[in-house]
């Protein structure tokens, strides 16, 4: 995202909580969010959950010349994202939260799906941002501040759920007696197909596991979901519990472990 913004001509200054995060990248170096933040046109963050956006606007907002826009990337708590749009206005700042779907894949492309929600006037000055992050079609502006992660976490509840179904039925199909793969290949031309079954399951049935999106931060998401329902969700809840136990920095689809046999990769 960072090189997609550089290289559409905008000037960028980076701040990454671990340093060697940071290595390659180009822009210039920050030594804190407040410095990073301080005289931008706006601040883009993408960080792992609430505690972690919370710290890094108060800081945004303790630089001199705070920035008058925040576009928050983060998958957090969608009252989280409320509260800190209060904050925000507080200070003048708008505040959008813009949750992304489309792994590196999309970031590295610039096709990623952007959920916004936030008051239109921040939307429209963000646009020259947002139109190289992601795919300008697949942007949807879901309303108020907090809609967009509502929206998100819908999505990721779905991934979890439709992933963790795809890898049941596989199995029943190898148990059976039918290779997975070929079980797959047909299914991608029925009625249950899907993203997942199309992108996700060929590294699955490989056994490839290295993290796109990581095990850990699917479980993180879930958890907002459910905070979000609340009340029992049937699937949901399921789901969130195949989840427990697999390795926290494996790939999501590691979930296939749970139901399929691994298969000779020749």
């Not at 960080?47 to 956006?53: A, G, K, M, Q, R």
């Not at 904050?87 to 992304?100: E, S, T």
């Not at 059976?176 to 060929?202: C, K, N, Y």
């Amino acid at each position: 995202m960072v090189r997609r913004l550089a290289g559409a001509g905008h000037d960028v200054v980076v701040y990454a909580r671990r340093p060697e995060g940071a290595v390659g990248l180009p822009g210039a170096r920050a030594a804190s969010v407040a410095e990073a933040a301080d005289g931008a046109d706006a601040l883009c963050t993408i960080v792992t959950d609430s505690p972690d956006v919370v710290q890094i606007v108060d800081a945004a907002l303790s630089a001199k010349r705070p920035p008058p826009l925040v576009i928050e990337m983060s998958t957090i708590a969608p009252d989280t994202a409320r509260s800190l749009g209060t904050r925000c206005a507080a200070h003048g700042v708008a505040y959008l939260d813009c949750p992304v779907s489309g792994g590196p894949p999309g970031a590295e492309a610039g096709t990623l799906a952007v959920m916004v929600g936030g008051e239109a006037s921040a939307l429209a000055a963000a646009a020259p941002i947002l139109d190289v992050l992601g795919d300008p079609d697949r942007r949807t502006h879901c309303g108020p501040v907090g809609s967009g992660l509502v929206v998100k976490l819908v999505n990721n509840l779905l991934v979890a759920g439709i992933t963790t179904a795809t890898a049941e039925a596989l199995g029943v199909a190898q148990r059976a007696g039918v290779d997975p793969e070929v079980a797959r290949r047909v299914v991608l031309g029925a009625t249950g197909s899907s993203w997942q079954l199309e992108h996700l399951f060929p590294r699955v049935l490989a056994g490839d596991h290295r993290p796109g999106f990581r095990v850990k931060d699917l479980r993180k998401d879930l958890g907002h979901a459910q905070g979000l329902a609340g009340r029992p969700l049937p699937i949901g809840d399921v789901t969130a519990g195949l989840m427990r136990g697999l390795p926290d920095d494996a790939d999501y689809g590691v979930i296939g472990r749970r139901f399929l046999e691994p298969t000779d990769p020749d």
